[in-house]
């Protein structure tokens, strides 16, 4: 397949400047031979000025046309066929099947934003109705709902090619707050970004959509990748990927002169807590469960178990011990481009020579020559755990951290000295949650989404689902980047006090032509506002 490397401005290709990369096939350990355009400043103001003035129109166009826009970018995606799938194998060295299923991840993530544009409840109208002869004084008529942001950039994420990438959760949620969108691609998949692109300027055109309404970009250097953050006609980021970047990113947010949210997804340890009555009853299955857990997609999952707590008890050694022996025998695994792989080499090294520390690696050796890496499993105890940040952070890769707490009071403490997290996973009988409420309340305090007897990786694309947690594991808690609550970033309060009927938007109006829920008067309906003549005539 052909690659053009251009950079998306709108319908136009742009390839303005001169410094070029390339992809790379980590399972191949080789540069592929596409040269991708670096995107300069002109074509950053360029695609930001485009997003800029289609916003006007953006903004007011139907709810049934954005709807038909996402499903249209969901069929031109599947559409892409093999050639996408074999691209984005090619690009990242995951498997043909984990690709599959998350391209149909991709897309139904698409069109469930379409249902929900079209259901319209998200946009949390509120309608107080005025009080004339309320004493001591008049109520006016209030009525509230929730508007597009603005032009949004958005940044691609590397271990997802295409859920976290240029038609993934950001910017499907984006689009369908009728926000523009400026997507910074990963530059570890080029030529998969590439096709993804191709497919959504292909469905903005054929719905109608106004020219700007999806841009991409391609850059290497931080710098350029800053300037679109900075660039004053965008007015929000989303953003997945390591602390470093994201903290880059969030800075340059807010030190613009008129700051901006950047919701930004970082580093996430999710821990997990084995508790004794679990211990007894199914140890050697949870230890299964959680190797394979801490392995899947080589560890390079945003929400990878990176560190494993249970009491010092017998059941707790012969679970270890069990642990231990399945990364012994772990097969190793290609990350997704050499930066990651070099990282997580140099961390896991320097993680190993900690005092306290004892490190299980696998025996099976690892190519260097596929990008391969092997998995390694770490002990300490509480004391050495608590007092070595570098034990608490993420190491993202195939690896964990187990930790013995020798007492109750000591695993609380444990469990208070987590950083912000995506998840926490807590294993358990009826009656060790029972003995165990306080550690429920302490994770409470610590993370997006507690899991009961269950592996934090693998995340349902739902109306209920949160992905976010406390710094570090996002910039702000309130918000999610999976599900459909993610569309909330992307959206702003405005309250219209007094104003006419004919001026007011379609899901203010007292006709309700949309038949949406509103909370009118504090009460929940679908119903419509009476009208003056009625209420006289009641």
Not at 19 to 39: I, M, T, W
């Amino acid at each position: 397949m052909d690659f053009h490397g251009n950079n998306f401005l709108g319908s136009e290709l742009s390839s303005l400047g001169p410094k070029v990369f390339h992809g790379f096939a980590p399972a191949r350990g080789k540069e592929l031979p596409e040269a991708f355009h670096q995107a300069t400043l002109d074509e950053i103001n360029q695609a930001v000025g485009l997003a800029v003035d289609a916003f006007s129109s953006l903004r007011q166009k139907p709810a049934g046309d954005i709807a038909r826009l996402l499903e249209h970018i969901a069929a031109e995606i599947e559409a892409l066929g093999d050639a996408l799938i074999e691209r984005a194998v090619l690009e990242s060295g995951l498997p043909q099947g984990r690709l599959e299923g998350e391209r149909a991840r991709t897309a139904g993530q698409l069109r469930l934003f379409a249902s929900l544009v079209n259901e319209g409840s998200y946009l949390d109208v509120r309608i107080d109705e005025a009080l004339p002869d309320r004493k001591p004084l008049p109520r006016p008529d209030l009525r509230r709902m929730l508007i597009p942001i603005g032009p949004v950039a958005v940044f691609g994420a590397s271990n997802f090619p295409l859920a976290f990438s240029v038609a993934g959760g950001d910017t499907a949620s984006a689009l369908a707050a009728r926000n523009p969108v400026v997507v910074k691609a990963h530059p570890a998949h080029p030529g998969t970004s590439e096709l993804v692109a191709g497919a959504i300027s292909r469905a903005v055109k054929d719905t109608g959509m106004p020219e700007g309404t999806f841009s991409m970009v391609h850059a290497t250097d931080p710098e350029i990748s800053l300037q679109l953050v900075r660039h004053e006609g965008i007015q929000a980021v989303g953003f997945t990927g390591s602390e470093r970047a994201g903290r880059a990113i969030f800075n340059a947010a807010a030190e613009r002169p008129h700051p901006i949210p950047a919701y930004v997804e970082m580093g996430s340890i999710n821990p997990i807590f084995v508790l004794p009555g679990a211990l007894a009853s199914s140890g050697e299955s949870i230890a299964q469960g959680l190797f394979g857990s801490i392995n899947m997609g080589v560890g390079q999952f945003c929400t990878s178990p990176g560190v494993v707590v249970g009491s010092d008890e017998p059941n707790f050694d012969a679970f270890g011990k069990r642990l231990a022996g399945l990364f012994e025998n772990g097969a190793p695994g290609t990350m997704l481009y050499p930066n990651i792989w070099n990282a997580y080499r140099q961390a896991a090294e320097q993680r190993a020579q900690t005092p306290g520390v004892r490190s299980i690696r696998s025996t099976v050796g690892a190519d260097a020559q596929k990008t391969e890496v092997t998995p390694v499993l770490f002990e300490a105890n509480a004391d050495v755990w608590l007092t070595n940040k570098d034990l608490t952070t993420e190491l993202f890769g195939p690896s964990a951290v187990l930790v013995r707490g020798r007492t109750r009071e000591e695993l609380l403490r444990i469990a208070r000295g987590l950083t912000g997290t995506l998840t926490a996973s807590v294993f358990g009988t009826p009656e060790d949650l029972a003995a165990y409420r306080d550690l429920i309340a302490i994770l409470e305090q610590k993370a997006g989404r507690i899991l009961f007897n269950s592996f934090p990786t693998g995340v349902e694309v739902s109306n209920a689902m949160h992905h976010g947690g406390p710094y570090p594991a996002t910039a702000d808690p309130k918000f999610t980047s999976v599900g459909t609550a993610a569309i909330l970033r992307f959206l702003r309060p405005v309250c219209y006090q007094n104003f006419p009927q004919d001026v007011l938007p379609d899901e203010l109006r007292d006709q309700n032509p949309r038949g949406i829920w509103r909370l009118i008067n504090g009460v929940l309906t679908k119903d419509q506002l009476k009208t003056p003549a009625t209420k006289a005539s009641n």
